[in-house]
Every structure is written in structure tokens, then in C-alpha cells.
């Protein structure tokens, strides 16, 4: 989505028409809408901790009948932050505006997002479409990679991407009682493709889908890694020249070989680290960073999960398994820390019950989140593929 602000009636682009048609600025107008960009390129993106003069972003500043048009656009989903973006950019133009010469001109705000594609290699077919695929890894089982995944995808998803899950933890698939798609079968297209599974606006392929409960166990080992590569590359995440901006994919726990043959088959776009603050999580985390590293994939940060608990009589809340880990790790592996979850009743309530925190209660400081978590980590894969070019402004 590129930031082009369009004429309701025609559907034309405001900002470009603009830009053929200077003559209609009031006299010192030009110069004002200069210093106007040169201010936006001062404010800060939260995500990634930059100004926008310090990105590859776009502002676009035009006018257009009695009203400033201001564009900024990001390279990665965003969408619940455009009033904060809106807020922030009217405080800093206000003060250039009035007593000007636009002093009475309305001002108007679009927040835009245009995700990059990591440059893949050869991909099988399937995958064409999709633009970034993200391993959600942790070096140890329990530690709530599934529960991470799933919110991960879903707040990706309510900040405005397309967004495919896969379900790669062949020991335990969990994505279908986590979903609500339990006992749901996938389509097969031609004999040789499988369709998604559609769930709360996510694309979505499971082992779990394939498997019943007569699967003899055998089969969920080296015979599961086969169809684990089958399910990723036989899935038509993308049909008709649509694009995927992200797949998820919810990995096996650990960092053995199934793990590190998928991160290099799937051309990984980045990875993020689950953890617990417990020393032995802590460990296993460090060898899933190094994992990663080893075959060149970029970490994007590490999520500190089950962090605090808050008791839910008496409000206390306490660092059951200890604080700072993930803190530390991030420092000392020069990565980032992308976020904390608690302890909390809610986060296993509602994947037992197929309605991950971001879906069931969207509104909530877990949600909230679970949707900064998001920003960070596509705005790290924004980061390692821009080209250091900075913003490109256009006014006019
Ligand atoms: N922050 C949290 N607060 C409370 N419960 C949580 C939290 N995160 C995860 N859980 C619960 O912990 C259990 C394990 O979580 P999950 O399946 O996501 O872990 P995992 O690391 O993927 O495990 P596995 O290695 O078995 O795949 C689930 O019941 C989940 O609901």
C-alpha cells in the first residue's frame, strides 16, 4: 500500500496532481511545506527506535483546496497507530502553520505501509507470494512458542498484513485447538495441492490437520519431517497473484537438525526467540540464537513470556522465574528484546479455547502487546532490508 492520498469522486491521486499543478499555492506556501517535511523527518517511530530522516520511509507533503495533505509511509504494518502518528504530526506542523501563509489550511494525515519481499532464492512454487517468512523458535518445549506464534500472526494481521500460520511442531501440533480448527480437514487442489485452512483471518496449515488420533506415533519422527517440508512447500499459501506479507511459522522446539534444515530450506526472513526468564529457558534460548545465526538467519528479537505474575485476588505480581533474561540475552547477542508477557490466566484461557488474547480481548494490555511485539519484529525485517538510502520527501 503506498501513500497516495486519492480524490473521493475520481479516484485520482491528490498529491501527484499537486505535483503538476504548483501554480495554485498561495505566494510563500512552497517554502512552508518544505520546512513542513523537513520537521516530519524529525519524528520518532517507536518500532524502530528511529526518526523517519534515519529510514527508508516516504513523506509525501502536498496541498490541495484549503487543506495540507501530509503521507508518511512505513515498512511495516501499522495500522493501529496512525491517530498516535496523527496526534504527533499535528503538534509539529501547527506551530509552523499558523501565521503563515497556509495558517488557515485544514490539515489532513494518512498513515500508508508497504511491507518489502526478503529476496527468497529459489522457492518452490507455492511460496512464490510469500514475501517474508518468520520462524517463532525456542531452544526448550513449553515456553509458549505456539501461544507467541498464534498472537504474533494475529497481531500482524490486525495491523493490516496478510498473514499465513504454519503449524511445523511435529511432536505437538497445537495450532488447531489454539485456532478453533480442530477436526477441520484441508481442501486438496489438483491431487497435489493443499488449500489453507482459513482462521480469524489467517491462512493456515497444520500437521494437526493431516494427523488423527490413530497416526501411529513412529511416524511423528523422521517420517513427520518429510511431510513437514511437504506441508510447506505443497501449500498454496498464495493463489492468483496474491501475496503473503508474512508467514508464520510456529517451529519444532529445539535446535537439531529438523530445525536447522528448515530454517535453511525456508529462506527466513528473520527469527524470534521465546524464552522464559528461567535460567535453563535462558540457556536453551542462547543456542537457539546461535542456531540461527549459524546459517546466516537474522534474530529479531527475543520475547520474554510468563515474565511477571499478577495474582488475580489480592493484584501483587511477582517475577516467578526471575527477571532481566531476556533482557540480558538481547544486550549480549546484540539483538533486541521485543516484548513481555505475563504470567496470565487470560493468555490460557483463551488459546484453550481457540480464541487467542489478540482476538478475545483486542482492547487488553496483553493484546496491546502482543501488537507491539508485532511492529518490532516487522519492523526489524523492514530494517535488515532496506538499502540505508533514508526517506524519500516529496513536496509539492
Ligand atoms: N504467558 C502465558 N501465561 C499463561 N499461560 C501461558 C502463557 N503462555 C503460554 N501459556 C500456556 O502454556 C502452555 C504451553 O504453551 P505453548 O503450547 O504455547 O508452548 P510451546 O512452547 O509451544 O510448547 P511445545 O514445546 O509443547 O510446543 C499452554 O497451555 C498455553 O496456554
Known amino acids: 500500500m503506498h ?61 490541495e483546496d484549503g487543506t495540507v495533505l501530509v503521507g508518511i509511509t512505513l515498512g511495516y504494518p501499522c495500522a493501529s497507530q496512525e ?50 517468512i518468520v520462524a517463532v523458535a525456542s531452544g526448550k518445549g513449553g515456553v509458549g512458542k505456539s501461544t507467541t506464534a498464534v498472537n504474533l500472526a494475529l497481531a ?15 511432536y505437538g501440533p497445537s495450532l488447531p485447538t489454539m485456532l478453533g480448527t480442530e477436526g477441520v480437514r484441508p481442501q486438496v487442489r489438483d491431487n497435489k495441492l493443499f488449500l489453507p485452512v482459513q482462521a480469524h483471518g489467517l491462512k493456515t496449515m497444520s500437521l494437526g490437520y493431516l494427523l488423527t488420533e490413530d497416526t501411529p506415533a513412529v511416524w511423528r519422527g523422521p517420517m513427520a519431517s518429510g511431510a513437514l517440508n511437504q506441508i510447506l512447500t505443497q501449500t498454496l499459501w498464495c493463489d492468483d497473484g496474491d501475496e503473503l506479507d508474512y508467514l508464520i511459522v510456529d517451529m519444532p522446539p529445539g535446535t537439531g537438525d529438523i530445525q536447522l534444515t528448515l530454517a535453511q530450506k525456508a529462506h527466513l526472513a528473520g527469527a524470534v526467540i521465546v524464552t522464559t526468564p528461567q535460567d535453563l529457558a535462558l540457556v536453551d534460548a542462547i543456542k537457539g ?17 510468563m515474565a511477571l505474575h499478577t495474582c488475580s485476588h489480592c493484584g501483587h505480581s511477582e517475577a516467578v522465574f526471575g527477571s532481566g533474561g531476556g533482557e540480558k540475552i538481547a544486550a549480549d547477542y546484540d539483538t533486541g528484546l521485543l516484548g513481555r508477557l505475563p504470567l496470565a490466566m487470560a493468555i490460557r484461557e483463551g488459546t484453550d479455547r481457540g480464541l487467542p488474547s489478540v482476538i478475545a480481548e483486542p482492547n487488553s494490555a496483553i493484546a496491546q502487546s502482543y501488537g507491539e511485539i508485532a511492529r518490532r519484529a516487522a519492523a526489524e525485517i523492514w530494517l535488515s532490508a532496506e538499502d540505508g538510502a533514508g526517506p524519500e520527501i516529496e513536496v509539492g
Open 3 to 63: 501513500a497516495q492520498f486519492t480524490d473521493s469522486d475520481t479516484g485520482d491521486s491528490v498529491l501527484s496532481e499537486h505535483e503538476h499543478n504548483h501554480g495554485e499555492l498561495p505566494a510563500g506556501a512552497q517554502v512552508e511545506l518544505e520546512r513542513l517535511a523537513e520537521c516530519l523527518g524529525g519524528l520518532h517511530d517507536h518500532a524502530t527506535g528511529r526518526i523517519l530522516d534515519e529510514l527508508d520511509a516516504d513523506i509525501e507533503v502536498g496541498y
Open 156 to 170: 500482524l494481521a490486525a495491523e493490516g498484513a496478510s498473514v499465513g500460520l504454519l503449524d511445523a511442531d511435529i
Open 83 to 132: 491517530d498516535d502518528w496523527r496526534e504527533r504530526i499535528r503538534e509539529a506542523c501547527m506551530p509552523i502553520l499558523r501565521g503563515g501563509p497556509l495558517g488557515e489550511a485544514d490539515l489532513q494525515f494518512e498513515l500508508f505501509f508497504e511491507i518489502p519481499a526478503t529476496e527468497g532464492g529459489d522457492v518452490p512454487e507455492p511460496l512464490r507470494g510469500v514475501k517474508n
Open 289 to 305: 540464537v546461535e542456531m540461527f545465526r549459524k546459517v546466516s538467519v537474522p534474530v529479531l528479537g527475543i520475547v520474554e513470556n
